[in-house]
């Protein structure tokens, strides 16, 4: 594969598009501007940053750096999902679990069948895709939940009232917030392609690479990734719900209204 | 056997005190648990079959700790009736054995629905689409089909119009009247006398008579 060099003075030319965000924020009264600023200060640090950290992992060649950056991407995510995921009571337990099942069984299932080599180049990126796409699936499925739970509170108290365990009462609302969870990369991956490019395949295709293999890599991530956000939101919709009662199937109060 | 005794229970609900040091005794047969809205008379009912526990005191069923039961068996022993009818997807017969069919039991979906005043037609409808004195039946069949010591009914009739509610009363009395033990919670003095042989009345999370 070739690469390319990418020059300090090709990045500051992009600013010249952040301009134009902050004009149409300023124009139409969106009040985004300090957002945007934060947004490019942000990403132009959190990128730089990590940026050395993966050059000395490359560098090391060392795989228990390896797990300790993705061990530090899942307790990050975690806590971003929590945070996301409000209205769910004591989620980081669940989610913890489900970002650390979606990484190991992902990343150890593509080095099992060979797709990639375990080394840091393949290892670092691939693991930070799949972290992130598992924690914004938790997220997106926990929040579903609060959201189904909270509105049918009278309708799982009747089944409980008919002799139904928790886990039965709540079975609706932990399937509908489970499918909420693995929508968006269903979706987005039906119309790859078409609608949009997705970003290694843009990333490779400006860097150099032939199409061809460009497809095939982006046809793996996507693939791969279809499953751990499948396990991400199984196992944190799955453990999520319990928070919602108590050990005596009961659903917990509310809280003060 | 007294059905239900309790002995100075206070309970919250939503970071509110809702009962408030209630001692009351509820004997087999039909009673009414008779108050304005927010004398805690729901808060109370749910106590009986667990939908949630109390501060303090004891609720005792049938001389039991409630919490010394299976929770679960004590909501199919005291089979509770929610005030707005909440059907399961599906059909009314689906709805009917679902209770029973958690514990391995079958039911005759249409002697339950013909208890509750539903021919049995009613059987393979969609219970979403029947009306809401229709589908309140149907909660009412599905509490009868786990064939319960006890029926606690909160507020049966208080979502439907007057015909339909004049209607699931008569089917109501007409059980008391063939012996089913059930407790009533309710806000109408009247509706209260024409069930129950008993009433308890609340006021303010305290028990007045």
């Known amino acids: 594969m070739s690469s390319i060099d990418v020059t300090l003075t090709e990045v500051a030319a992009t600013l010249v598009l952040v301009a134009i965000a902050v004009a149409v924020s300023r124009w139409r009264r969106a009040e985004l501007e300090a957002d945007l600023g934060i947004a490019v200060l942000r990403s132009f640090v959190q990128l730089t940053a990590v940026g050395y950290v993966i050059q000395a992992i490359f560098d090391s060649d060392s795989l228990l750096l390896v797990v300790a950056l993705l061990a530090g991407m899942v307790a990050f995510g975690s806590f971003t999902a929590r945070g996301r995921a409000k209205g769910v009571p004591d989620a980081l337990g669940p989610v913890v679990l489900a970002l650390t099942v979606a990484a190991v069984t992902t990343l150890g299932l593509v080095l099992a069948l060979g797709v990639f080599d375990a080394k840091p180049r393949y290892l670092v990126p691939v693991g930070g895709m799949v972290i992130g796409n598992a924690m914004t699936a938790a997220a997106v499925a926990l929040n579903r939940l609060a959201d189904e739970i909270g509105g049918s509170r009278a309708a799982i108290e009747a089944t409980l009232s008919l002799g139904a365990t928790s886990r039965q009462a709540a079975a609706g609302a932990v399937t509908r917030s489970l499918r909420s969870g693995m929508i968006a990369l269903v979706d987005s991956t039906k119309t790859t392609g078409i609608v949009f490019f997705p970003g290694t395949m843009v990333g490779m295709l400006v860097a150099g690479a032939e199409p061809v293999d460009a497809v095939r890599l982006q046809l793996i991530l996507l693939w791969a990734l279809l499953g751990s956000v499948s396990l991400s939101a199984l196992i944190a919709t799955g453990l999520g719900y319990r928070g919602f009662f108590t050990p005596a199937h009961q659903l917990r109060d509310a809280g003060p209204r | 056997m007294n059905l239900f005794d309790l002995r100075n229970v206070s309970a919250s609900r939503g970071g509110r005190r809702v009962l408030d040091d209630v001692s009351a005794t509820i004997r087999d047969g039909a ?66 054995r679902y209770g029973p069919s958690l514990c391995g039991r079958d039911a005759d979906a249409d002697a339950c629905l013909a208890r509750a005043g539903l021919d049995s037609s009613y059987a393979e409808r969609d219970a979403a689409e029947l009306s809401v004195g229709e589908q309140q039946r149907v909660m009412l069949a599905r509490a009868l089909a786990l064939d319960p010591e006890v029926l606690l009914l909160d507020e049966p009739t208080s979502a439907l119009d007057e015909a339909a509610r004049d209607g699931v009363e008569r089917t109501l009395a007409e059980l008391a009247r063939a012996g089913v033990a059930m407790v009533l919670v309710t806000h109408d003095r009247g509706q209260a006398e024409r069930i129950a042989s008993e009433v308890v009345e609340l006021h303010e999370g305290r028990v007045v008579a």
């Not at chain 2, 648990?33 to 049938?62: A, I, Q, W, Y």
């Open chain 2, 31 to 96: 009673t009414a648990l008779l108050g304005p809205s927010g004398s805690g008379k729901s808060s109370l009912l749910r106590l009986l079959n667990r939908l949630s526990d109390p501060d303090s005191g004891t609720v005792r069923f049938e001389g039991e700790d409630v919490r010394a039961l299976d929770v679960l068996d004590l909501r199919r022993r005291a089979a509770l009736v929610p005030q707005l009818p909440a059907p399961l997807p599906g059909t009314v017969a689906d709805n009917v």
